[in-house]
């Protein structure tokens, strides 16, 4: 089993910067595979972030976030980063971090552990 535990998220204005983590803990910790982190805002679907291959250290953003958004990951502390720059309003939304013993996905439900998750409030 492995346990996630998000932090870092919070309120901030338009353009501002916030970074959430994600401590990874557990007897299949170190065989993670990636990471992802997708999204919920209120009356809407959850959405594909941003993932990273553990290993490798290679990343893969949604189109709304590409550049503005970082993922890294520190293996020593099996933990994943993502900082979020610039941000705006429509990134308001409950953040989930995910872990999967295999390639990233695309589609939460085929992620194999999920963490509590971490609200994200951007005010115009």
């Known amino acids: 089993q492995v346990q996630l535990v998000e932090s870092g998220g919070g309120s901030v204005q338009a353009g501002g910067s916030l970074r959430v983590s994600c401590a990874a803990s557990?007897?299949?910790?170190?065989?993670?595979?990636?990471m992802a982190w997708f999204r919920q805002a209120p009356g809407k679907e959850r959405e594909f972030v941003a993932a990273?291959?553990?290993?490798?250290?290679?990343?893969v953003y949604a189109d709304s976030v590409k550049d503005r958004f970082t993922l890294s990951r520190e293996s020593a502390e099996n933990s994943g980063y993502l900082q979020m720059n610039s941000l705006k309003p429509e990134d308001t939304a409950i953040y989930y971090c995910?872990?999967?013993?295999?390639?990233?996905?695309?589609?939460?439900?085929?992620?194999?552990?999920w963490g509590q998750g971490t609200q994200v409030t951007v005010s115009s």
């Open positions: 995910n872990a999967r013993i295999q390639t990233y996905s695309y589609t939460s439900t085929l992620y194999d552990y």
């Open positions: 990273i291959r553990w290993a490798a250290g290679s990343t």
């Open positions: 557990g007897s299949a910790s170190r065989s993670t595979y990636a």
